[in-house]
């Protein structure tokens, strides 16, 4: 058995390339390489989205629970509010008896307005927090739109390119460079900004 195949294959291999340029050999790699390279941009692109949606998704959650503290805090202002006007009601009675007051009316209802000023203040810096987490929230989910909207040029782009290699039409490949540029140039624009 011979250790050497008697056909030559490099001229075999040379014939082969030779081929392929001649049938587009060369075009169908750029297309591969462009095609690769809008495949690596829309995944970076597509995790900067799911990074950004996640973060907003958080934000909002946060909102809603400070939400909820917020109106906590207003509920139990108000319980404070009917207790001062229970107090005042009971004095009152006493006043319209034309009797005197025990003095620990005037001094529940005075704690309880302080009470409720005190309150007040945390129920609107908890509000407040609500607006900042939603307004943070709402910038993330606006990069998200701009990030998914790169993906989907990429997306396009890279079909493009697919039709391209299948029809062998340099159009088509032009067109797909243009979608992916424009999905580069979004994508970039979104995360400089």
Same mark, same amino acid.
């Given at each position: 058995?011979?250790?050497?195949?008697?056909?030559?294959?490099?001229?075999?291999? $040379?014939?082969?390339?030779?081929?392929? $340029?001649?049938?587009?050999?060369?075009? @169908?790699?750029?297309?591969?390489?462009?095609?690769?390279?809008?495949?690596?941009?829309?995944?970076?692109?597509?995790?900067?989205?799911?990074?950004?949606?996640? $973060?907003?998704?958080?934000? *909002?959650?946060?909102?809603?629970?400070?939400?909820?503290?917020?109106?906590?805090?207003?509920?139990?202002?108000?319980?404070?509010?009917?207790?001062?006007?229970?107090?005042?009601?009971?004095?009152?009675?006493?006043?319209?008896?034309?009797?005197?007051?025990?003095?620990?009316?005037?001094?529940?209802?005075?704690?309880?307005?302080?009470?409720? *000023?005190?309150?007040?203040? *945390?129920?609107?810096?908890? $509000?407040?927090?609500?607006?900042? *987490?939603?307004?943070?929230?709402?910038?993330?989910?606006?990069?998200?739109?701009?990030?998914?909207?790169?993906?989907?040029?990429?997306?396009?782009?890279?079909?493009?390119?697919?039709?391209?290699?299948?029809?062998?039409?340099?159009?088509?490949?032009?067109?797909?460079?243009?979608?992916?540029?424009?999905?580069?140039?979004?994508? @970039?624009?979104?995360?400089?900004?």
């Amino acid at each position: 058995m011979p250790e050497e195949p008697e056909v030559e294959t490099d001229k075999l291999h $040379e014939a082969v390339h030779e081929e392929l $340029e001649r049938e587009g050999g060369g075009y @169908l790699r750029q297309i591969a390489l462009t095609t690769a390279v809008l495949a690596a941009f829309a995944s970076v692109a597509s995790l900067k989205a799911g990074a950004t949606v996640n $973060e907003a998704l958080a934000l *909002k959650t946060e909102a809603t629970r400070l939400q909820a503290e917020a109106s906590d805090e207003w509920a139990y202002y108000q319980a404070k509010g009917v207790k001062a006007a229970v107090q005042e009601a009971a004095r009152s009675s006493w006043l319209a008896a034309g009797k005197e007051p025990p003095p620990g009316y005037e001094a529940k209802i005075k704690r309880y307005e302080e009470e409720q *000023k005190e309150i007040q203040q *945390k129920a609107r810096e908890k $509000e407040q927090e609500v607006a900042e *987490k939603e307004r943070e929230a709402d910038e993330l989910l606006h990069r998200h739109e701009a990030f998914a909207n790169a993906v989907a040029l990429f997306q396009v782009a890279i079909a493009l390119g697919a039709v391209a290699a299948l029809t062998r039409n340099r159009l088509v490949l032009l067109g797909s460079l243009l979608v992916g540029s424009a999905g580069a140039l979004v994508f @970039l624009w979104r995360l400089i900004r």
